[in-house]
């Protein structure tokens, strides 16, 4: 079965940092594109960042693009988020995905979705 373990949520005030992992299993992670959608309370998910299973190649987002930094370990099949500089904006409910093209970053384009983990940024 395929999973998208993700973790690493939590409370954090303004200005502070946290870090998000997905474990990823059941699927070849060379093949596919691994990252991170989030939702915001009342608002549409959002692509936030990706990176390539194969080649390392990223993505991250305009709103997130600075603060955000996506990387991974392909020995232990990982993705990491690294959240710096985080405002209240970045509350949301981060969900791990796995999408094989990199071409768009699109919820319908997502194949797998992971569960979600909460990050709520205090001003």
């Known amino acids: 079965d395929v999973q998208l373990q993700a973790s690493g949520g939590g409370l954090v005030q303004a200005g502070g940092s946290l870090r998000l992992s997905c474990a990823a299993s059941g699927f070849t992670f060379e093949d596919y594109h691994i990252g991170w959608f989030r939702q915001a309370p009342g608002k549409e998910r959002e692509g936030v960042s990706l990176?390539?299973?194969?080649?390392?190649?990223?993505y991250v987002a305009n709103p997130v693009r600075g603060r955000f930094t996506i990387s991974s370990d392909n020995a232990r099949n990982t993705v990491f988020l690294q959240m710096n500089s985080l405002n209240p904006d970045d509350t949301a409910v981060y969900y791990c995905?796995?999408?094989?093209?990199?071409?768009?970053?699109?919820?319908?384009?997502?194949?797998?979705w992971g569960q979600g983990t909460l990050v709520t940024v205090s001003s």
């Open positions: 995905i796995a999408l094989r093209s990199g071409r768009y970053f699109r919820a319908e384009d997502v194949e797998y």
């Open positions: 990176i390539s299973g194969s080649d390392g190649s990223t």
